[in-house]
């Protein structure tokens, strides 16, 4: 039982260093990087991490969503008092779509102005929910 779980969790490694490999080399994610905020991700030996790069917003401005294997990223300015137009004004959205499914993981974000860092954890399952809480 034990090596078919390894078995299993190498498949997973795998899978993740090809799709960060195509994530990082797609033109769109060095694009959405330049017009909306940027992301990086790694890998430790016990959990993923996501950080984006959110300046000049608060916490209350972002939202963490999960649904099966994507992860978004939401950032939503309408009410600050300075913007103009704010009716034409739709929140900013990057969306980050796993190589598995992520929604049954322990996952916690963290907010400490300019980086948001989202944690999933490999072995740590967690409650399924649509948004994360982000401390």
């Known amino acids: 039982m034990q090596d078919n779980l ?3 969790q190498m498949n997973e490694v795998e899978k993740f260093d090809e ?3 195509k994530f990082f080399l797609d033109p769109e ?3 959405l990087d330049h017009q909306l ?3 990086d991700i790694y890998e430790s030996e016990d959990e993923y991490m996501v950080e984006a790069v959110l300046e000049n917003h608060d916490v209350k401005d972002i939202k963490v969503c999960l649904s099966d294997n994507e992860l978004s990223i939401i950032v939503d300015d309408n009410h600050k008092p300075f913007l103009e137009n704010k009716a ?3 929140p900013t959205q990057r969306k980050i779509p796993f190589p598995f499914s992520i929604c049954s ?3 916690t974000a963290e907010f400490s102005n300019p980086l948001l860092v989202i944690r999933i954890h490999k072995f740590s399952p967690g409650k399924t929910a649509d948004d994360i809480n982000i401390e």
Request: aromatic fraction near 12%; glycine fraction near 6%; charged fraction near 20%.
């Open 29 to 31: 994610t060095s694009a």
């Open 37 to 39: 905020f940027s992301i």
């Open 19 to 21: 799709w960060v490999k």
């Open 88 to 90: 034409d004004t739709l």
């Open 6 to 8: 390894h078995g299993s």
């Open 105 to 107: 993981r322990r996952i």
